[in-house]
Structure formats: structure tokens, C-alpha cells
């Protein structure tokens, strides 16, 4: 019996109740139009029936995906307009994302490289094809700059460095910020209303709970989720709670305006 709760698949229903304060606060809805970002992201909870062990994680994402209420209720962008998934999917690509930091020291080289003034001022520098070109989106996504390793592969791995960057970078026709709090505040704000915590009672110390999945997946036709084009930019997380069975999916399509 018991090996045949383990093999059941999941069953999710949709939490409409569970709201997102970064998606309600009008600051944060500013900065994510002024990055070509607003309108093109979302986030939704649903909840699901049974415990979750990060190594059925395919599993559990292959059943999320072909679950009726999914199907139904998860929000996509296709050919500019909002739908839900719909689609009958018949593969995923699931990645495992490290998420262990629970303050923002992971970015302090920014300080210490020269890739930040002490007054959080980004520092500009050439580019070939950007004129306005700077040294935070350098350190970024350019491999072979000198800043480049200001940040070790394991810290790029990590959730709230990724969810940085992808804030960092933006939208299609984004407009980059001056100064870099705008990008801390708003990635703080998104990470805390995705990452489940606990405080350890012996250590008191506080430590994530979340396991972080990053998705994409196929359909008869080929890549369609998140996106049918594969882009850096275009990326569905789903942060799984495992205490309250939740799972938070993170979403964004890479692009330009929507049609009305």
C-alpha cells in the first residue's frame, strides 16, 4: 500500500485567495513597467494532496503540468495576449535551484569590485553595442570580463541571484536604473513573498524551507512553456512549499506591450 500512495500522482487545486504583495504594491508595479516587465509577469499558488520529495521532482512538475486544474487556471502569454496553459504536455525539463540565502550579503562584491560607488551609484562602462552600457550588467552576463568572478558559480546558482539578474536585465525594451537599490528592493520583495522560511529551534537560526524549481516544457509542437522561444528572460519558477503543500509559480514571458 504504501509503495502505491508514493507512485499516485499529484492533484492540485487553485489558491485564487492567495495574493502577492509585489504585485499589488504601486512602486514595484512602476519599476516593472519602466523594465517592460509589467504586464508580462505574474505569479499564482496552488495547493497539492500529497507530501513532496525533492527527488520525485519531475514527477511532480509532469503532474502539475497535465493536472486539469493547471491546465485550466495557469496564466501564459501567447502571440501577445493572456491565456491559460491548455496544452497537453508530453515532456519537462526541470531544474533544481540552490535557495539558501536569507539576506542580501550575497551582493556585497558589487561594493567591493568597482561594479557599484559606495553610494550604490552603478559605474558605466564601454560596450561595443550599448552606449549606455554598465558595469553591473557586465559583471551580469559577460564571462570573459574582468568582473565576471566577483561571484563564484555557486552563488550564481542561487535563486535570489537569478531572480536578481533576471530583474536586472528586464524586458525587451527596458530601461536600466542609475542606482542599484531599485533592483535590490524590488528582488527583495519578490523573493520574500515566493520563499517559505522556518527558524531552526535548536540554532534559532533562520533557514529556507522552499525547494525551487526552474520548468520549462514541451507539447506535441515543441517548446511551450514558459515560452516557445527559448530566452534567458522568459522563465516559469515554481517554489514549493513543503509544510503547507503549496507551490508558488514565478512567471514571465520576455517581450514588448500586450494587445488589448
Given at each position: ?17 492567495k495574493s502577492f504583495p509585489f504585485l499589488q504594491n504601486q512602486e514595484v508595479s512602476g519599476r516593472l513597467m519602466k523594465w517592460s516587465m509589467l504586464g508580462r509577469i505574474s ?218
Amino acid at each position: 500500500m504504501a509503495g502505491e500512495q508514493l507512485d499516485q500522482k499529484f492533484v492540485f487545486s487553485l489558491l485564487s485567495s492567495k495574493s502577492f504583495p509585489f504585485l499589488q504594491n504601486q512602486e514595484v508595479s512602476g519599476r516593472l513597467m519602466k523594465w517592460s516587465m509589467l504586464g508580462r509577469i505574474s505569479a499564482q499558488a496552488f495547493n497539492f494532496d500529497q507530501m513532496f520529495f525533492p527527488y520525485k521532482k519531475n514527477d511532480f512538475v509532469f503532474d502539475f503540468l497535465q493536472d486539469p486544474c493547471v491546465m485550466q487556471n495557469l496564466k501564459v502569454l501567447r502571440s501577445g495576449r493572456w491565456t491559460t496553459l491548455g496544452s497537453d504536455i508530453t515532456s519537462v525539463d526541470v531544474e533544481a535551484v540552490p535557495c539558501s540565502k536569507v539576506s542580501m550579503d550575497l551582493f556585497d562584491p558589487l561594493y567591493s569590485g568597482g561594479v557599484l560607488r559606495p553610494s550604490g551609484q552603478i559605474v558605466k562602462c564601454y560596450h561595443e553595442i550599448y552606449g549606455d552600457f554598465d558595469e553591473l550588467r557586465n559583471v551580469l552576463t559577460i564571462e570573459d570580463s574582468d568582473k565576471y568572478d566577483l561571484f563564484r558559480p555557486a552563488e550564481r546558482e542561487e535563486f535570489l541571484f537569478r531572480l536578481f539578474k533576471h530583474i536586472c536585465l528586464g524586458g525587451e525594451i527596458c530601461q536600466y536604473e542609475d542606482t542599484v537599490s531599485p533592483y535590490m528592493d524590488t528582488t527583495k520583495v519578490i523573493y520574500k513573498d515566493l520563499v517559505s522560511v522556518q527558524k531552526d529551534c535548536e540554532t534559532k537560526e533562520i533557514k529556507i524551507i522552499s525547494t525551487i524549481l526552474k520548468v520549462s516544457a514541451s507539447d506535441s509542437s515543441g517548446l511551450c512553456y514558459p515560452d516557445s522561444q527559448d530566452s534567458e528572460q522568459s522563465f516559469a519558477y515554481l517554489c514549493v512549499d513543503p509544510l503547507k503543500r503549496h507551490v508558488y509559480v514565478l512567471y514571465h514571458s520576455f517581450g514588448t506591450g500586450l494587445l488589448s
